[in-house]
Every structure is written in C-alpha cells, then in structure tokens.
C-alpha cells in the first residue's frame, strides 16, 4: 500500500461527518484506502457509494477494505481521474483531497495536487451533484480554494504542527 495514501488526521476528521452527515447515494471522489467510502456504506442511510481514484492500487486496497468490513455490496469501484469516467448524480460527493502543493512528479498524485486540483474538482462536482445535494471537502490554509457558486459552511478546523485543515460542506447555489 505505499503508493496509497494512508489514513491520517484529514481522514478521520472527514470520516467524523461522513458518518454524522452522509445519505443517499454517495460519491467518493480520490477514495484512496477507502476509510470515507467504507464508513458511508456502513450508515444504513446510505444506499450506493461510488470509490473513485485514478491509482488502480488505491482501488484494490479500497475493495479489499469493504469486503473486510461487510460492505462490498454497497460500494462500486471506478478508475477515473476526477470525473472523466464519472456518470450519475450523487446525494453527496467526498473529496479528502490531495491538497498539497504538486511539483510535478508523476507518483505525487496520492498526497498532492493543490489547489489546482481542488478547483478542477469543484467545476465538476455541479454536473455530479443531485438537487439539494452537498460536497464535503478537506483542505489546508496552505491556500483557500476558489468556491464562489457554493454555499461554504465551516463544520471544523484542526490545528497541526504546521498548518490548519478544515472540513467544509459547500452547497450549489
């Protein structure tokens, strides 16, 4: 699993309002080892979760992981970078997002990306999201993404050594 990001604490402060907020049918975009896909397939509200990553191992480790936790039923698996491969309508699309600034090395793609990403991402997540539904979204004070067309709600901030992530709710507006 060493080309697969490893959960960490951007992981488990986005799996805390997964499980508080998630319903429906669910979009987890950059599953990686799948921790938010999993738990959202876990809540009996929520009836499909779609992983999607453009690593191939990431994938694996996230089937792996449903199987492990009874939930590989509920959880389709899709390789796609963003949404190029991406049809359908969700209830909420998940993005704990490679927020890192990228310098361009081509494994970097688990751990990094920026705000170039982030941005890339939030232009496709409109087409994506079904009437009333919600995106949560980690990222870094390393940079404030650009999310004018979006309601932003602060759910939680968390200090570390050196930088602050917050989990957000952005709704279309």
């Known amino acids: 699993m060493e080309d697969v990001y490893r959960p960490a604490e951007d992981s488990y402060l986005l799996a805390k309002h997964v499980e508080s907020l998630a319903s429906g049918n669910i ?22 979760v779609l ?13 792996k992981r449903a ?3 009874g939930v590989s ?10 949404f190029d491969e991406v049809n359908g309508r969700y209830d909420w699309i998940l993005f704990n997002s490679p927020y890192l600034p990228s310098e361009g090395e081509a494994d970097e ?6 705000a170039e990403l982030i ?6 997540a409109r087409d994506h999201l079904e009437p009333g539904g919600s995106i949560l979204l980690i990222y870094s004070d390393i940079f404030e993404p650009d999310t004018s067309g979006y309601k932003f709600d602060l759910l939680e901030e968390m200090g570390l050594f050196f930088e602050k992530l917050y989990c957000v709710k952005l709704s279309p507006t």
């Open 73 to 82: 039923g509920k959880i389709s698996f899709l390789l796609s970078n963003l």
């Open 109 to 114: 793609h688990a751990w990094a990306g920026g």
């Open 67 to 69: 199987y492990d936790a």
């Open 51 to 63: 992983a999607v990553d453009i690593n191939p191992e990431a994938l694996g480790e996230t089937e």
């Open 27 to 48: 979009l987890d975009m950059g599953t990686g080892s799948g921790i938010q896909a999993v738990t959202a397939a876990l809540k009996p509200e929520v009836k499909s």
């Open 119 to 124: 941005e890339r991402f939030l232009g496709g």
